[in-house]
């Protein structure tokens, strides 16, 4: 019971940014003036929590302000993409205060990527914004995570990483408890925590980059599924018709707008004859189809329009089914803005029912390239402030996924939890 009051109050704490008195911890968690003091007086001995400034008084006794220790510890989060991994060191607040990212062909190689993980590990611990110890390590991965197998990578999607137990192997490089989830889901957090999402309590996040995914959060809880694999939006089918997916489907979302689509989609053009800027380089990107949108070429409009269309099918769906209050769109297609924007908003105007469509937003997400790894970080911090436990507990604790049903994987063997 004490740990569990020592939790209230170390959560009333850390959502009042401006600082809370012991009086206001005491109304706000209905607990005596006394268990308030005496918790209290524990929180500030871990450092948890420290002293403010004195409040002017309302009668009697200036109350002193207590502020949460946001730089106590701090987070490292990892996003792998399919083809770069990106890190950020993330304060107690969420807050990203360093990013950087590296090239690595993610999908096939996995040795190299977790030497490459472990050694942009390495350069955030020695970074000055590393302030006190490393709390843990967050990695959200572009693949499903299945309860009942969760710290593996859905061996359909990435076949090299079938074998590999890679929250375990984390732990075992950098010494510290490990949370993993699906991208999406780690996006949809960070919405929920610092981005477009932090008023909203219903909302989807959507990813488009080589894969789609999306992330639900559903009254400010993500809601991963019965098997914890909610949010496939880009396997579902918005063509019979169409390309042939990695999945081994036809015609899924992600076969007709993620990024390897969309560069084949032009080079096709190109090769037919299509005059394009796009046609001058040595090889394209998805970037570089972004960033002749905004200069103007007219096919890459046309190939962003196109798959502004296809998403606005799933968009719509995703209205009629779950009504989320607003829609936010990331990964790097993202940065199209307003040319993804504006095919997407009138095509969801048309298929949608309008009672779904007319409250809702669909709106572009404010973090860029960081914003997967910062989510990722928040399953670490929202671990931590839901079990204290974790801000003290020894280098050798467990890894752990995120999900429904966590399982725990200690040195030396596997147990469940």
């Given at each position: 019971?004490?740990?569990?009051?020592?939790?209230?109050?170390?959560?009333?704490?850390?959502?009042?940014?401006?600082?809370?008195?012991?009086?206001?911890?005491?109304?706000?968690?209905?607990?005596?003036?006394?268990?308030?003091?005496?918790?209290?007086?524990?929180?500030m001995?871990?450092?948890?929590?420290?002293?403010?400034?004195?409040?002017?008084?309302?009668?009697?006794?200036?109350?002193?302000i207590?502020?949460?220790?946001?730089?106590?510890?701090?987070?490292?989060?990892?996003?792998?993409?399919a083809?770069?991994?990106?890190?950020?060191?993330?304060?107690?607040?969420?807050?990203?205060?360093?990013?950087?990212?590296?090239?690595?062909?993610?999908?096939?190689?996995?040795?190299?990527?977790?030497?490459?993980?472990?050694?942009?590990?390495?350069?955030?611990?020695?970074?000055?914004?590393?302030?006190?110890?490393?709390?843990?390590?967050?990695i959200?991965?572009?693949?499903?995570?299945?309860?009942?197998?969760?710290?593996?990578?859905?061996?359909r999607?990435?076949?090299?990483?079938?074998?590999?137990?890679?929250?375990?192997?984390?732990?075992?490089?950098?010494?510290?408890?490990?949370?993993?989830?699906?991208?999406?889901?780690?996006?949809?957090?960070?919405?929920?925590?610092?981005?477009?999402?932090?008023?909203?309590?219903?909302?989807?996040?959507i990813?488009?980059?080589?894969?789609?995914?999306?992330?639900?959060?559903?009254?400010?809880?993500?809601?991963?599924?019965?098997s914890?694999?909610?949010?496939?939006i880009?396997h579902?089918?918005?063509?019979?018709?169409?390309?042939?997916?990695?999945?081994?489907?036809?015609?899924?979302?992600?076969?007709?707008?993620?990024?390897?689509?969309?560069?084949?989609?032009?080079?096709?053009?190109?090769?037919?004859?299509?005059?394009?800027?796009?046609?001058?380089?040595?090889?394209?990107?998805?970037?570089?189809?972004?960033?002749?949108?905004?200069?103007?070429?007219?096919?890459?409009?046309?190939?962003?329009?196109?798959?502004?269309?296809?998403?606005?099918?799933?968009?719509?769906?995703?209205?009629?089914?779950?009504?989320?209050?607003?829609?936010?769109?990331?990964?790097?297609?993202?940065?199209?803005g307003?040319?993804?924007?504006?095919?997407?908003?009138h095509?969801?105007?048309?298929?949608?029912?309008?009672?779904?469509?007319?409250?809702?937003?669909?709106?572009?997400?404010?973090?860029?390239?960081?914003?997967?790894?910062a989510?990722?970080?928040?399953?670490?911090?929202?671990?931590?402030?839901?079990?204290?436990?974790h801000?003290?507990?020894?280098?050798?604790?467990?890894?752990?996924?995120?999900?429904?049903?966590?399982?725990i994987?200690?040195?030396?063997?596997?147990?469940?939890?």
């Amino acid at each position: 019971m004490r740990s569990h009051n020592a939790s209230v109050l170390a959560n009333l704490a850390w959502s009042r940014s401006e600082g809370i008195s012991r009086a206001e911890l005491a109304r706000d968690s209905g607990l005596s003036a006394s268990t308030v003091s005496a918790i209290v007086s524990d929180l500030m001995a871990a450092n948890l929590l420290t002293s403010g400034h004195v409040a002017p008084s309302k009668g009697g006794r200036p109350p002193v302000i207590l502020q949460f220790n946001t730089q106590r510890n701090y987070i490292v989060g990892v996003e792998m993409g399919a083809s770069h991994i990106g890190a950020v060191i993330c304060d107690l607040r969420g807050d990203i205060r360093w990013y950087d990212e590296t090239e690595i062909d993610v999908s096939d190689d996995p040795a190299g990527t977790l030497r490459a993980i472990g050694e942009l590990i390495e350069v955030a611990r020695r970074r000055p914004e590393a302030s006190g110890d490393l709390l843990g390590l967050g990695i959200a991965v572009p693949s499903p995570v299945d309860a009942l197998t969760p710290d593996r990578l859905s061996p359909r999607l990435l076949p090299a990483w079938a074998e590999v137990r890679l929250a375990a192997q984390l732990h075992h490089r950098i010494g510290v408890r490990v949370f993993m989830d699906n991208d999406a889901n780690c996006g949809a957090l960070a919405e929920a925590q610092i981005g477009a999402g932090v008023d909203v309590p219903d909302f989807t996040y959507i990813k488009v980059a080589t894969g789609v995914g999306a992330g639900h959060i559903v009254q400010r809880q993500p809601y991963r599924g019965f098997s914890g694999i909610a949010g496939e939006i880009g396997h579902t089918t918005v063509d019979p018709n169409g390309r042939p997916c990695r999945c081994g489907l036809r015609g899924c979302l992600e076969a007709e707008i993620g990024s390897g689509a969309i560069v084949e989609k032009a080079s096709e053009a190109i090769a037919a004859g299509r005059v394009s800027a796009l046609a001058e380089l040595p090889s394209l990107t998805l970037a570089d189809i972004v960033a002749a949108g905004h200069d103007g070429d007219t096919l890459a409009i046309e190939l962003i329009a196109e798959a502004g269309n296809h998403l606005a099918v799933g968009v719509a769906n995703l209205l009629n089914l779950m009504n989320p209050a607003r829609v936010i769109i990331g990964g790097r297609l993202a940065a199209a803005g307003d040319l993804l924007l504006g095919p997407l908003r009138h095509i969801v105007g048309v298929r949608a029912l309008w009672t779904s469509v007319e409250r809702a937003d669909v709106v572009i997400s404010p973090l860029g390239d960081s914003q997967i790894a910062a989510g990722a970080a928040t399953l670490v911090l929202r671990a931590a402030l839901a079990d204290l436990s974790h801000f003290w507990a020894s280098e050798t604790s467990a890894p752990q996924v995120a999900g429904p049903v966590a399982r725990i994987w200690k040195a030396g063997g596997q147990g469940g939890a």
